[in-house]
């Protein structure tokens, strides 16, 4: 469908899949030898290779074994070469309900309950000193987060890994992870800073989830201004090597934290490869996800610093660890069936531009 594969960016829909049964993935070339992947330097993300296999015998190429690494399985087929539908991701959220309850229940105890009802149980219920309190209150901030942190480091940094990004070497882990890196790092630089004093100042060790959210706004900002002006990838980014066209800020969060986090391994990097690249509205809903977090990441955070920086102590230290949650359970309420609606309108134009073609 040729209506549907272009777009702002490259496409390049091999014409010689429609003679197959399945439309090929990305080449990689690690090492001199040619895999299913991508190559920071040589293979941009989208450049199809032909094969003569067939939905009944799909061939699989060995996965190389340099040194440092090993590398899973890459490829995935779509067996479709009429492009009767989008290309599916084979991924859905119904069936991890359960999981995603009982995770995030966690993180709202952990980074909302724990460092409120500390500050308030040994402020005002103990005689320990200022310094004290803000010392065990900050010791126990996080651990989920710290937790999951070192777990999703070790799924990717495995030799055997299932998740790891399409064509990266064990070290590069994802670009989620090195974002959070750097969040962490601003965040512990507050709380740090905040508990040597006698006396902590109280309305900065208020703001570490503004801190954060505010780091990942301006990530997501920037790199969507750098697309539309048309800059290359500096570096890579998840599975979009060095070189390549930029994509929506969001892209790279949904790959890895879709792949990592929620099990769907290299496979739905793979897949989410192929929908973006088929599906131009698939492209425009990621565009405006990215605003709609960017710049609600950025709004968020300057009402919140506003109001610590502004009102008494006991309610400003409340507000700081409330509001940027409460937020982001809002807007991911209005993501949900905004992109619901998003797929069904890409299904529905999808199956009318096939008819009129």
Not at 96 to 113: G, N, P, Q, Y
Not at 183 to 212: D, H, K, Q, Y
Not at 300 to 309: D, Q, R, S
Request: net charge positive; hydrophobic share 45%.
């Amino acid at each position: 469908m040729a209506s549907h594969t272009a777009s702002t960016e490259p496409l390049t829909a091999d014409t010689s899949a429609q003679a197959s049964n399945t439309l090929q993935v990305p080449v990689l070339q690690v090492e001199g030898q040619t895999t299913n992947g991508s190559n920071d330097d040589e293979e941009r993300l989208g450049r199809p290779t032909s094969t003569n296999a067939t939905s009944q015998n799909v061939s699989r190429a060995a996965s190389p074994r340099p040194p440092s690494a090993l590398y899973p399985h890459t490829q995935v087929t779509y067996e479709d070469p009429d492009f009767a539908r989008p290309p599916p991701l084979n991924y859905s959220l119904r069936a991890r309900k359960k999981a995603i309850v009982i995770f995030w229940t966690l993180i709202v105890v952990d980074s909302i309950f724990v460092p409120i009802a500390l500050y308030f149980g040994l402020w005002y219920g103990t005689d320990l000193s200022p310094n004290a309190v803000f010392s065990i209150s900050t010791a126990t901030l996080g651990t989920v987060s710290i937790v999951e942190y070192f777990v999703r480091f070790r799924r990717l940094w495995r030799k055997d890994s299932s998740c790891r990004v399409i064509g990266a070497q064990r070290w590069y882990l994802d670009w989620f992870h090195w974002n959070l890196s750097v969040g962490w790092f601003f965040v512990m630089i507050e709380l740090i800073a905040g508990t040597c004093p006698e006396n902590p100042p109280i309305r900065l060790l208020a703001i570490p989830p503004s801190t954060m959210v505010f780091a990942i706004g301006c990530q997501l900002l920037l790199l969507d201004i750098l697309r539309l002006r048309g800059v290359r990838a500096p570096c890579r980014i998840s599975s979009l090597p060095v070189g390549a066209p930029l994509r929506p800020g969001i892209y790279a969060y949904i790959e890895d934290v879709v792949a990592v986090d929620g099990s769907g391994g290299t496979e739905f990097r793979q897949r989410l490869n192929l929908r973006y690249q088929a599906s131009k509205v698939f492209r425009e809903m990621l565009h405006r996800l990215t605003l709609f977090w960017a710049l609600g990441c950025m709004g968020i955070t300057i009402v919140t610093v506003a109001i610590v920086f502004t009102i008494q102590r006991d309610a400003a230290y409340v507000v700081g660890w409330t509001v940027p949650f409460i937020w982001a359970g809002v807007w991911t309420a209005i993501t949900i069936p905004w992109v619901q609606r998003s797929l069904q309108y890409e299904e529905e134009q999808w199956t009318s531009a096939k008819w009129k073609a």
